[in-house]
C-alpha cells in the first residue's frame, strides 16, 4: 500500500499515518473531555465577554433541557442556527449535540428563497434566529414544518450594561434590525431558563448518528443537505489535530475565529480542532469591518487563525495590521479557496508566520489535504493526504491515473460524508461503489504526494471561498420577463478571487443592467449576485443547444 502513497514520506516527523477515529465516540465526547481538562479555561469570547469551558457545559445543558423537555424534541429532529459569530452559537450546537439532535447550519445573508428551501428540504422543526435576520424567517415560516421559533439579540449573552447597549445600538442607531413579528417565538435567554427546570436525561449517541446537515449547492444549483455524522468530524477534528498539533500548548492557545462557525471550515478547524486543545476560539462576528477587525486584534495575543485569502487580503491591506504583536502566531490555516501566492509571499512577510494551504469540501467535513506545517514558504500545492485519508486522480471512467496526468480528484476517509439528505441518485453520482468521493475538482499528484488543483470540473464559481452555482444564477435571472437567454461565469476578481458575471439574450430590449441587479438582490445574497451584466445577441452553444458557459469564460481569462 505504501508505494499507493507517496505523501507519506513527506510526512513531517511524528505524524502518523492513520489516526485513531475510535478514541471519541461522538463529538459530545470531545466536548465533555474538554469540559473535564479545561472548566475554568475560556472557550469563547466574543464582543467583550468569554465564556469558559464550565459556562458552556452549563448552559449547553440548559438548551438541550430545553429541547427534549420543554419541546420533546425525538432523537435526530432537525434544528436550524441562523448567525454570525456570537456566544449563543457555541452554547446552541453543543446544546443540540448533547441532545441528540442534528444541526442545519444556515447563513444569516439567506434571502427567503434560499432559507425557504433549506428549511422545507431539511424538515427543521425549530429554528434559533438572530433578531438582524427575524424578517427572513417570518417570510417563509408558514411554508415550513418548523413548530418553534427562538430569536436572540446579538448582546444577549453580554454583561450588563453592555449587552442591552449593543441591542439598542443595533436596531436604533445602525438601523441592522428589521422589524418582525413572529407570534409564538421565545427569547433564547428564556429558552435557558426553562431548560433549568428540566433534567438532561442520558442521551445515546452513536457515532454514526447525523451530527450536522451541512448544506452545500450541487452541480445541479439546488442546495443540498450533506450529512456529516459524529463520527466523519470526530475523523476529521483527529486528522487535523494530529496535523497541527506539533507547536501546540494544551489549554493555552488563542485562535482567530473570523470565517463564520455555520461554515465547515471555521466549525471543524476552529470549533472542534481547538476544542480538543482546550483552545479559545476568539469570534469575530463582523470581519467585513477590516479597521474594526484590526483594531480588535491588537489586544489579542492569538496564537492561530484561519481564513479564506480574501480575509488574509483584507487585513494586510488594512492600516495598522502591521503594527499588531505577531510574536505567538504560530499558526495559520487558509482554505475555502485558492490561495494567492502574492496573498501568502505577503503574509509571511508582515507576520513571519507560513500562511498553510490546505483543501477540503463540505462533503470531507470538511479536511482532505493540508501542507505540512514545516512548510517555509508557499508552494501552490493544495498539500498531502491528511492521516487515514487516501486520495487518487482518476479519469472520466474512474480508472486511476498515473502521477503527473490531470483528472479528477477522487477522496476516500472516515471524513467522508454519509451521503447527501434524501438525495440517493445524488449521493451515488458522486460517491462510487467502492467509496471514492468525486470531488468534481481536476488536479494532478507530483512525485512525492503533492496535491495541485488544476481547475473546476464544474463549472462552480468560488466568491471569497463560498461555492456559487451557476445553474441558480441563471434560474434566478431568468425569471425576469425581459430575459431571453442567460449564461453565468466566475471571472477573476483582485478582492474575491472570482466575480460573477452574466451574459444575456434580451427579449424586451429595454431591459437594463441595473434592473438586472435590482432583481438579483432580491433573491440572492450578496455573493452570489452578479457583479458584471453583459448583453449580447446570442449565446455560444453546442449543437444540441446546451450553452457553452466554458466559451463564455474563456474569454474573460487572463491570457
Given at each position: 500500500m505504501t508505494n499507493a502513497r507517496p505523501w507519506l514520506a513527506q510526512y513531517p516527523s511524528g505524524i502518523p499515518s492513520e489516526i485513531n477515529v475510535d478514541e471519541f465516540p461522538s463529538i459530545v465526547s470531545v466536548l465533555d473531555a474538554a469540559i473535564a481538562n479545561y472548566r475554568d479555561r475560556p472557550a469563547f469570547s466574543n464582543l467583550g465577554k468569554t465564556l469558559t469551558y464550565g459556562d458552556i457545559d452549563r448552559l449547553s445543558a440548559q438548551f438541550a433541557a430545553y429541547l427534549l423537555g420543554e419541546l420533546k424534541l425525538k432523537k435526530g429532529d432537525?434544528?436550524?442556527?441562523?448567525?454570525?459569530?456570537?456566544?449563543?452559537?457555541?452554547?446552541?450546537?453543543?446544546?443540540?449535540?448533547?441532545?441528540?439532535?442534528?444541526?442545519?447550519?444556515?447563513?444569516?445573508?439567506?434571502?427567503?428563497?434560499?432559507?425557504?428551501?433549506?428549511?422545507?428540504?431539511?424538515?427543521?422543526?425549530?429554528?434559533?434566529?438572530?433578531?438582524?435576520?427575524?424578517?427572513?424567517?417570518?417570510?417563509?415560516?408558514?411554508?415550513?414544518?418548523?413548530?418553534?421559533?427562538?430569536?436572540?439579540?446579538?448582546?444577549?449573552?453580554?454583561?450588563?450594561?453592555?449587552?442591552?447597549?449593543?441591542?439598542?445600538?443595533?436596531?436604533?442607531?445602525?438601523?441592522?434590525?428589521?422589524?418582525?413579528?413572529?407570534?409564538?417565538?421565545?427569547?433564547?435567554?428564556?429558552?435557558?431558563?426553562?431548560?433549568?427546570?428540566?433534567?438532561?436525561?442520558?442521551?445515546?449517541?452513536?457515532?454514526?448518528?447525523?451530527?450536522?446537515?451541512?448544506?452545500?449547492?450541487?452541480?445541479?444549483?439546488?442546495?443540498?443537505?450533506?450529512?456529516l455524522t459524529h463520527r466523519n468530524l470526530v475523523a476529521n477534528m483527529q486528522q487535523a489535530a494530529a496535523w497541527v498539533g506539533g507547536n501546540i500548548k494544551m489549554g493555552e492557545e488563542i485562535i482567530v475565529t473570523a470565517l463564520p462557525l455555520y461554515h465547515i471550515f471555521a466549525l471543524t478547524a476552529n470549533g472542534l480542532v481547538f476544542m480538543k486543545f482546550g483552545g479559545l476560539n476568539y469570534m469575530i462576528t463582523n470581519p467585513r469591518d477590516m479597521p474594526a477587525f484590526v483594531k480588535e486584534l491588537k489586544g489579542v495575543p492569538f496564537t492561530a487563525i484561519t481564513g479564506v485569502n480574501t480575509l488574509f487580503n483584507g487585513l494586510l491591506n488594512t492600516p495598522g495590521f502591521d503594527e499588531i504583536d505577531f510574536s505567538r502566531l504560530h499558526l495559520t490555516l487558509g482554505g475555502g479557496m485558492a490561495v494567492q501566492r502574492s496573498v501568502a509571499e505577503r503574509w509571511k512577510q508582515v507576520t513571519g508566520n507560513t500562511l498553510v494551504e490546505a483543501y477540503g469540501l463540505t462533503e470531507t467535513s470538511p479536511a482532505a489535504c493540508i501542507n505540512p506545517m514545516t512548510l517555509e514558504e508557499y508552494n501552490g500545492a493544495i498539500g498531502l493526504p491528511i492521516p487515514s485519508t487516501d486520495a487518487c486522480i482518476k479519469d472520466e471512467n474512474g480508472n486511476p491515473l498515473p502521477q503527473g496526468e490531470v483528472g479528477e480528484l477522487c477522496i476516500k476517509g472516515p471524513q467522508v460524508m454519509k451521503g447527501y439528505w434524501q438525495r440517493p441518485e445524488e449521493t451515488a453520482a458522486v460517491i462510487d461503489v467502492d467509496g471514492w468521493l468525486h470531488t468534481g475538482d481536476m488536479a494532478r499528484m507530483d512525485e512525492k504526494g503533492f496535491f495541485y488543483v488544476v481547475d473546476r470540473k464544474k463549472d462552480m464559481i468560488l466568491v471569497s471561498g463560498f461555492n456559487v452555482y451557476p445553474n441558480e444564477i441563471e434560474d434566478v435571472i431568468a425569471m425576469m420577463p425581459g430575459v431571453l437567454e442567460v449564461a453565468a461565469v466566475g471571472v477573476p476578481d483582485e478582492k474575491s478571487g472570482e466575480a460573477v458575471k452574466v451574459v444575456i439574450v434580451k427579449k424586451d430590449p429595454s431591459l437594463t443592467a441595473e434592473q438586472v441587479k435590482a432583481h438579483a438582490r432580491e433573491n440572492l445574497t450578496g455573493y452570489k449576485q452578479p457583479k458584471i451584466v453583459e448583453f449580447r445577441k446570442e449565446l455560444p452553444k453546442t449543437n444540441v443547444g446546451k450553452i457553452l458557459r466554458r466559451e463564455l469564460r474563456d474569454e474573460t481569462a487572463p491570457h
Open positions: 432537525r434544528v436550524a442556527i441562523m448567525m454570525p459569530n456570537c456566544l449563543q452559537y457555541p452554547i446552541a450546537t453543543f446544546g443540540i449535540l448533547r441532545a441528540g439532535l442534528t444541526v442545519v447550519n444556515t447563513n444569516p445573508m439567506y434571502t427567503a428563497r434560499e432559507l425557504r428551501h433549506q428549511l422545507v428540504d431539511s424538515g427543521a422543526s425549530v429554528v434559533l434566529v438572530m433578531d438582524n435576520f427575524g424578517h427572513t424567517v417570518q417570510e417563509v415560516l408558514a411554508d415550513t414544518q418548523v413548530k418553534q421559533v427562538i430569536t436572540t439579540g446579538l448582546g444577549d449573552m453580554l454583561a450588563f450594561p453592555k449587552g442591552p447597549i449593543v441591542n439598542f445600538v443595533l436596531k436604533y442607531v445602525k438601523k441592522m434590525v428589521p422589524d418582525y413579528d413572529i407570534p409564538g417565538a421565545i427569547r433564547f435567554r428564556d429558552a435557558l431558563t426553562l431548560g433549568q427546570m428540566h433534567s438532561l436525561p442520558d442521551v445515546d449517541i452513536e457515532a454514526s448518528d447525523i451530527a450536522f446537515l451541512q448544506y452545500t449547492g450541487g452541480t445541479t444549483g439546488v442546495a443540498k443537505g450533506a450529512m
